[in-house]
Nanobody
Framework: QVQLVESGGGLVQPGGSLRLSCVAS????????MGWFRQAPGKQRELVAG???????YYAEPVKGRVIISRDNGKNTVYLQMNSLNPEDTAVYYC??????????????WGQGTQVTVSS
């Protein structure tokens, strides 16, 4: 199985930036796609960005142009660089992994989440 640990969340002012990190361990040979989700209180969890083992990427419309997902396969680490943040980006951000190389749809493994708060 796969274990995921997120870090990098915190408090940032509107217009500011954060970089989230997700370190994966376990049976990573079976993982072909990883993604970042977010969930605000009382709201459904939504996919923010995804990346395949080969480096293909997907971005949800609300964050296009403001976030960049990347990965270091040697370190089993996935990053989410977030820029031009606004209060609507406030949420718990989760790292996820799946065996399928299709970045949308259901994921198989989840981290515990890291809080991102955008406020002045």
């Amino acid at each position: 199985q796969v274990q995921l640990v997120e870090s990098g969340g915190g408090l940032v002012q509107p217009g500011g930036s954060l970089r989230l990190s997700c370190v994966a361990s376990g049976s990573m040979f079976s993982i072909n796609a990883m993604g970042w989700f977010r969930q605000a209180p009382g709201k459904q969890r939504e996919l923010v960005a995804g990346i395949t083992r080969g480096g293909g990427t997907y971005y949800a419309e609300p964050v296009k142009g403001r976030v960049i997902i990347s990965r270091d396969n040697g370190k089993n680490t996935v990053y989410l660089q977030m820029n031009s943040l606004n209060p609507e980006d406030t949420a718990v951000y989760y790292c996820a992994a799946k065996k399928s190389l299709i970045m949308v749809g259901g994921y198989d493994y989840w981290g515990q989440g890291t809080q991102v708060t955008v406020s002045s």
